[in-house]
């Protein structure tokens, strides 16, 4: 049963098949079941049989208190306040490639999304990189966007002075084959005889030896807490809880932002024709999606995701500069798009809108830094593939790869048509090829980065949901929580969710949907729930999850940044430590004040202002 095309709001089970056996990647299409459940008991001989199946070494099995599986920003936070809180106790970071870091090293863009650095506070583990990376440049003040190997230097240098275990290059053995998940029966006393069952993640079955595609040895790592850093939710999808993906209708949160919308920041204007031959045919130009008009849909749910990219470093420096060579198998055609909207920008006496904007993130120092961090942008045929994310979130492992081989063909493609193409004015080509990647980054990779950027993937649906209601300021009524444990600062950033044709008239136009500008609904400082990290209680009572929580698509846009992240991933960590000082308490049943009283010790911050609780 193949649902990556499901919308958010409905539900289904079979989660396995559905979540692991993908064919290929269709249409998209409206109401139609996506949120997953929970497996049911008797899918536990599924586990059982999958787990016996594995090629083992019984001798290299491991046993720790804390297992985080993600070596990304929040991962690496979850590890590092688990390791400190939890006194000593045994934590172990897997990940699957070979670097870490995610999006703010291998990803490329640091951590610098935050638009109020006072919320870092001088002594936490975020401010520490920062300051980590400042002391490796010479200067006072942190650096939030260093050079990608500096930070991951930080990284690993920070991992090991605490003491956290790092296993790179080591993929969780793929689907439900690779967690032991148990249902324990009956409880101790003096729990009473009704107490229901206790489902737990028990077990990560990790491929060791091999490569981020697999083929090692697979080795059980038991566990008594399990954080899912990923970015894809892989754990918390295979462990059978329930998850969602893509974007819920607005009905169903009462969310003005919800759903599909009626347009894009982004929009095509002036409009130009989506078909290969330039008039209405059956046949679509690439990175045209086939799919019904979203303004006769405003506000369904659907599957789409926020677009995917890579955040490439371009330099202007000749002495640090690899030319942008077109990929394998390039073909011209194939940016048809780009070439009839530069096209008609022309033709209406408009600079050609390029496909990242004005280039407005330096690296490190600004004032010096002749790195670039190519951003996004405003155009309608930009830096972000709109519509090649189709699938991904529950995708195979082997979709997956050619889902980011896609992406890196129309970045990579994208920016060679600008320099080479006749179509682009001989003065905007001269400028686009005064930037070149930088040679000093991601050497083993073309100097490409290796992280793909997935904005979003799997959530959590938990046993309550985080909203776009529950995006306010921390300083209105309301807005102080008393389980809060970590600060966010963005606002409601929705990129392109789908690109598709619409009729205007007598004629077929190119039409996106979804992007929102930044600051939509307001930048200011909001509170995140304790309860954003858990699934249902009766899905699992000691997995958390920070990048992939229990949070709607829309409410999900002003949390997705990285030192948000952060925060939730230290948050998870120190929960976990919390959970086992208390006996190995479900992390539901965790005292949230001992949680903040542990942040607070760790010198990050729960409230805003600053406090030890609400007034």
């Known amino acids: ?95 699957a490639t070979a670097r870490v870091g995610g999006m703010a090293s291998p990803g490329g863009i640091g951590l610098r999304d935050c638009d109020h650095d006072d919320v870092r506070n ?17 200067v006072a003040k942190p650096v939030w966007q260093p050079d990608a190997w500096v930070g991951e230097r930080s990284f690993r240098e920070m991992l090991a002075e605490a003491g956290v275990e790092v296993w790179d290059a080591s993929p969780v053995v793929e689907g439900p084959a690779g967690v032991r998940v148990v249902v324990e029966v009956g409880a101790p006393a003096p729990a009473p005889p009704t107490t229901p069952p206790v489902r737990r993640l028990a077990a990560i079955a990790v491929e060791r030896g091999g490569s981020a595609n ?33 974007r819920e209708s607005s009905a169903k949160y009462n969310e003005s932002l919800g759903g599909v919308t009626a347009g894009s920041v982004g929009q095509f204007k002036p409009p130009v024709s989506p078909y290969v031959a330039g008039r209405q045919n059956a046949t679509l130009l690439r990175y045209v999606q086939d799919g019904p008009d979203p303004r006769e849909h405003v506000g369904a749910a659907d599957s789409n995701l926020m677009a995917y990219s890579y955040r490439v470093c371009l330099t ?22 780009a070439r009839r909207y530069l096209l008609a920008e022309l033709a209406a006496g408009r600079a050609p809108s390029t496909p990242y904007g004005d280039l407005t993130y330096h690296g490190y120092p600004p004032s010096k830094s002749m790195k670039y961090d190519a951003c996004c942008g405003t155009s309608a045929v930009g830096i972000d593939a709109v519509g090649l994310a189709v ?37 905007t080509r001269r400028e686009m090829a005064a930037y070149g990647l ?64 619409v009729r205007e ?43 992939c929580p229990s949070i709607s698509h829309v409410a999900f846009a002003a949390v997705r940044e990285e030192p948000t992240l952060w925060q939730l991933g230290q948050a998870a960590g120190t929960a976990a430590a919390a959970a086992l000082a208390a006996g190995g308490v479900a992390l539901h049943d965790v005292d949230v004040r001992a949680v903040q009283d542990a942040l607070l010790d760790q010198g990050t911050f729960v409230h805003w202002p600053p406090r030890r609780a609400c007034p």
């Open 1 to 95: 049963a193949y649902v990556s095309s499901a919308p958010a709001d409905a539900t289904s089970s079979n989660v396995a098949a559905q979540a692991f056996h993908v064919a290929g990647r269709p249409h998209h299409r409206y109401n139609t079941p996506a949120t997953m459940r929970c497996l049911p008991a008797t899918s536990l001989l599924f586990f059982v049989a999958a787990a016996l199946a594995l090629r083992t070494d019984d001798r290299e099995n491991v046993s720790v208190d804390v297992v985080v599986y993600g070596a990304t920003p929040a991962g690496i936070a979850a590890a590092l306040a688990a390791r400190a809180v939890g006194g000593g106790r045994r934590v172990l970071l897997v990940e």
């Open 122 to 138: 001088n002594t936490s583990t975020q401010m520490q990189w920062g300051m980590r990376n400042a002391r490796f440049y010479g």
């Open 214 to 246: 697999g083929g090692g040895a697979a080795v059980w790592v038991e566990a008594a807490y399990v954080v899912d850093a990923s970015y894809e939710g892989d754990l918390l999808v295979a462990a059978g809880v329930t998850f969602t993906y893509g």
């Open 316 to 337: 202007r420096d000749p002495a640090n500069m690899v030319p942008v060579v077109p990929p394998h198998g390039y073909r011209s055609a194939d940016f048809e798009l």
């Open 391 to 427: 699938g991904y979130a529950t995708a195979s492992r082997a979709e997956r790869r050619k889902i980011a081989a896609a992406h890196r063909y129309y970045v990579q493609g994208l920016m060679h048509f600008w320099r080479t193409d006749p179509a682009v004015p001989a003065e």
């Open 438 to 501: 930088c040679k000093d980054e991601f050497p083993d990779n073309g100097h490409f980065p290796p992280q793909l950027y997935v904005r979003e993937a799997a959530r959590l649906v938990g046993d309550r949901v985080y909203t776009q209601a529950d995006h306010r300021p921390a300083g209105q009524a309301g807005g102080c929580r008393h389980d809060s444990v970590a600060i966010g600062s963005w606002g409601l950033d929705i990129h392109e969710m789908q690109r598709v044709a």
């Open 505 to 547: 008239g007598p004629d077929v136009v190119a039409y996106n949907e979804g992007l929102t500008a930044p600051g939509t609904g307001g930048v200011f400082f909001s509170e995140l729930p304790y309860w954003l990290l858990l699934p249902k209680r009766d899905d699992a009572t000691n997995l958390a999850a920070p990048n």
